[in-house]
């Protein structure tokens, strides 16, 4: 098992089963973390000595030209990273569990930074440092019960692995999180704009101040009980989607949806997302969402096999806060997700609320945000294949009979 | 200009321009076509001396074995073509105009076939003989004042071109329509199963009497004025759909939409569809519809971009009677269009009625339908392509994090 | 908690947690059955000195016209019910549990039908004969070891209470179902064509021999394991919809779908579901599928939340074998449910197979089955809502600007 | 014949009938209203003397607390009007042309303010000034040649009428739109939040400055040949959506889609659709798109009817420049629409190009926006209406048998 994993089970273990600690307040750290500690406090090179980071510049890379009101194209663009006069003292380096491929990148990524960025102090978390500090002696540590010390030291956090090892990184940070520079192991997605292939161009980018960033919206949920107090689990980040949903139970959820405290709708069905443009792409698009772009200041509201014919997916400003209630008279429970992970059953009357979060993800990304997005949407998702009848270039300069959509 | 377009063009002059004449009435020859046969018939070999077409043997091919009431299994399955105690003796060939490919086709197949098969007759189309009776001098055509021969001498049917070259033969015959050998000069397709480059084997199983047919109903289509009077276009075959559509009016269409003479729906929008088990893969697709297996008796009733969250497409009993009525107070008005043909406008008040036609296509197919038609759907329609993320085979072994829909 | 709850927990501690019952093995019977029995059995009036049922009448209600092969005008049409040359002698009158508006009914009807009609027996469900047999004394019941016996004896069934009491009738008999007569205590629904309040009317037109009968198809379901042995459930029968869903599995199930044996294609999402034209206006209408006419004789399939922007719904024909099966290499396993209820677990290599029962549910309907089924998906569906836009009214004859989609 | 239609007439037979004149270019102004012109100086009560208009205050309601990189909250909140030391001086009342109600309408209105408020000054458009300038001797106007006067003089526009109406707005002003107090003359709507019923307390709220905006975004269209040089037509405002459909053309168009200039689809098919927010409940809505709140800065692109199961909607950022192009091998011409309207056809190879306008419409709004909008699409749009089955409240607390997704 892997220590993410032990850490997980730890805490199931530790009575925490109804709420994956996505953002773990500093006092439930669970127990066995604290042992681990012990053993890594020994002889361990750990963050405590790093000064603290860098401040980096992340200016909008096209200025806004209206003064008109209404006019919000300063919300609309990407952003530069740069550090004025300085130079990031240290990254943090995340990668999958338990995988063989991103073991030998960091390996790689590691050696090569401390070479050519000598004075760049490389982090790992406990678990990856424990496995990897005999073979890179100069990599360092932040113990479990430091965890505030990620956000005072780090400048910058490179991902090697996948869509997960990138949403992990979310978990780390309760509030600002640095820039992150995603790496895919091999085929390129949303999340994964780089090939690990040229590490040393782009982390060169990073380390010198002509990367772009994205930022990639993110939502915070929280879930209340029937009286309105805040469940023990408190605020938690959502970087695809909140979803409440039947699991297995065999009754229909009744979920009432408000919009600023408004009711919008009261649905009968599975379930309910609320997604960010991010998350788009994920669960809400097998659910009959839209395809977002991630520029887009928005919320989705899409229902999860609603016992309706017209509850057409919404699109909310993401200024909203929405509320998610298990109808007092809903013949079903229904457990909440975040981002794919059981949250915890929700009674009736029970409700989940989420709204924006003021600390999005700052993703740097291709220079042309627009170019990789067309490629990403075609490649990956398979967007709007089109037919291939017999004899039917759309091009071909014969008149068709008639035919199955224009064939002859 | 091809024949087929120089007679399509004379209809439009004579001032047939509401209705194209897919199964024209014996008195509605156009004039140039009775031009065309004056020249025709001298030294024409045509088939008045062609006796009567051999009855074939249509016989489903799976037996039914329940005796119980409601069981209909008997509806669902394929049928065999032989020819009992008898050959064929006539075969039509139909090609696609202007077409290179296929000319060169025809001329294999009718030379082959004449040695092969020389006891068989083989009819062109006039124009196509005029096109090649110099060089294929045993090949017959009917002339188009005697169209009614059609019916009487041709035992089968072969089609050389696309979809549109096959749906061209209904319009040839107003009732029973004799099987048909469909070839496609490249890529394979839902009406086009058999690559020319096979024809030797088709034909030797057609003729043969072991070939497989796939019936492909047909539906009848009517015009009628406010008064309940039949449009002089009659009564028209419909292989994929009917349609009315505003065109370029700008304002909607209210369509009433009756089943069996009980409003079922009144629809505000840009149209409605009614289709065939074959159309559910043309127009009624990208309108939304769902994909039929030509084997299913059923018609579609699918709207055009309606002005309702609501209008999910409906699958009718091939027994039902389908009215359309241009809503006596609806602002615009509409058109009605047969496998995308126009048909002509549609007042106020006026109705097109839709019902099974009784003399489906009886398609010579591949023997196993269901992994002909798994493959189209997947080949053709690009149906079900699964998203294609990073890292993301679904038959990993790795325990994602979370992602994407289970990318890590 | 009711008798039949108690069946049911009774079988679940039998150790039948995999599978629901719904068609139970006689062999199965659970013991809390056999000592219920012990105690109804004294005293009680039980069917064993009812003579054999009367033979029905089922004929089709329209004749069949076409002798044109490929004519399948036979499957499309309702059948009238009557008893030549006798009347029926027993009635199954079934009641939804714990229930006090469906025990009102059932005394009411039972009176009634025993002063109209002495000569017919009424038989109840042992659980609701036990409520009922003081008041009601007339009143019979099948032991639950004899439930073989409705087989033998029942002409026809009543049912009182919801779409849920009606399809309890489907497990009541393992292969063919006499006619069955739904009664709605309120609102009219698909399955429920009458108000209990008409019963006096309905009940004569069935017992006199002049109702119509409408064929609802069912499915047989079967689960497999890899080796392709038979799960001990057997055979279950199916009205709404066999599905296979993640339930709770936080991953992604991967589902191939096979249609005769051919690969049809392979899904990754949260399920698909294999459903009857009844089960159209259910859970598949929520995930996707068209709204399917009775008649019509197809198998839906739809998928839930499917990893893909192109699986649209399938229309397959009712003689179609389809088959379900966890992937290998699925990284989640699933659950079966038919008809809403958890029919147990499947690992990865397991498979369900669906093809349609030879014994439909012959329900007496409306004698215009057409104009109930409008009213029904317009009054119960919602269908097709057309937008009420201010100054909107579709039939102005004022010319608009422009506007939302025609409004000015 | 109205005015309205007269003048659109008139530029009909001015030769300009492939670009309907949404906001014309000063020299564009036809023929016939310059004849007007002449007649209505004459006596005429301009706006000549009227001084130049008070400069509002328009205010986010509701200030941006985030300092955070990314964090673009001032993006998605209302407005406040108000005239800081002044008052409004004049307004324009724009009516539905030929309607009997809107004109009881203008003569309370206008009425009324002369005598509440007699220093602002009341316009009308040429047309309506005469019908109503004797009856109404205070009411002036603007002559068609000195339109740019109403940029210069209007401080806030009422219309009465419906969606059109508030649409014909937009093009009497070519950059900065003054607010609008739009009155429905019956049931609300979501460009229609006030009943004229209420005309007096709503204008004394935007006169005496509490009145709340909501800024719509609009769309600048611009048509270009092949050579990329632009169409005579200029720059166009788009409210709703701007759309290429391929109209009565037979054969689908072939239109590529360009993101900021990188190709991001090919579509074969009806039409694409490029919609606002505000236009996402008008056509958009109808092609299958999500239902977007108006203060969400996105373009939507939806495909009409396209060939291909995988065109799901796309929302854009609306900082993007989308370009439809007919693609140079495409069968079919098509032709372009704004807001509905007939805009001229579009050769192979001849495009489209639309990007946000730095002039959105200030919208004088219910104070509480989301629960306007809330109601609004339910009552409206009939959103998310749940199936009404029998006995099926989704509260009852009896445990259901199975049933219709939930029904006993």
């Not at 704009?193 to 040393?200: E, K």
Request: overall charge positive.
């Amino acid at each position: 098992m892997s220590a993410a994993h032990a850490w997980r089970a730890s805490l199931l273990g530790a009575g925490l089963r109804r709420c994956w600690p996505w953002t773990p307040a500093p006092g439930s750290r669970p127990a066995v973390a604290r042992r681990t500690l012990g053993a890594s406090r020994r002889g361990l090179s750990t963050t405590s000595d790093i000064p603290t980071k860098t401040l980096p510049r992340i200016a909008r890379r096209v200025a806004a030209t209206s003064g008109d009101p209404g006019a919000d194209s300063e919300a609309d663009h990407q952003f530069t990273l740069s550090w004025p006069g300085a130079t990031p003292k240290t990254v943090l380096v995340v990668k999958k569990a338990d995988d063989e491929k991103t073991a030998a990148a960091l390996v790689s990524i590691a050696s090569w930074l401390h070479q050519a960025y000598p004075q760049i102090s490389i982090v790992l978390e406990p678990s990856v440092h424990q496995q990897f500090h005999a073979s890179l002696p100069f990599v360092r540590t932040v113990p479990p019960e430091a965890s505030d010390e990620y956000s005072r030291v780090v400048d910058f956090v490179v991902t090697l692995g996948g869509d997960g090892t990138f949403l992990h990184v979310s978990s780390l940070f309760r509030k600002q999180v640095p820039p992150i520079v995603p790496f895919s192991m091999g085929t390129l997605g949303f999340l994964l704009p780089f090939n690990v292939a040229d590490f040393q161009a782009q982390l060169r980018r990073v380390i010198e101040g002509s990367a772009t960033l994205l930022p990639r919206m993110r939502l915070v949920y929280s879930k209340h009980r029937e009286d309105g107090s805040l469940d023990r689990c408190g605020h938690l980040n959502i970087t695809n989607e909140a979803c409440i949903h039947r699991g297995t139970y065999p009754h229909l959820t009744t979920i009432s949806c408000y919009l600023n405290d408004h009711l919008l709708t009261t649905s009968v069905g599975d379930g309910i997302i609320v997604g960010t443009p991010t998350g788009s792409t994920a669960y809400s698009l097998s659910a009959g969402g839209p395809i977002v772009h991630p520029l887009v200041s928005s919320m989705i509201v899409a229902p999860v096999c609603p016992r309706s014919l017209s509850f057409r997916p919404l699109m909310l400003p993401s200024s909203a806060t929405v509320k998610l209630q298990v109808h007092k008279e809903s013949r079903g429970r229904a457990t909440a997700y975040i981002d794919g992970r059981d949250c915890g059953e929700l009674l009736q009357g029970e409700c989940i609320e989420i709204k924006r979060s003021p600390y999005p993800l700052m993703c740097v990304n291709r220079d042309d945000l627009a170019a990789g997005w067309a490629l990403d949407i075609n490649q990956l998702l398979q967007f709007n294949r089109t037919f291939s009848y017999p004899h039917e270039s759309p091009f071909s300069d014969h008149d068709p009979h008639a035919g199955s959509r224009d064939g002859q």
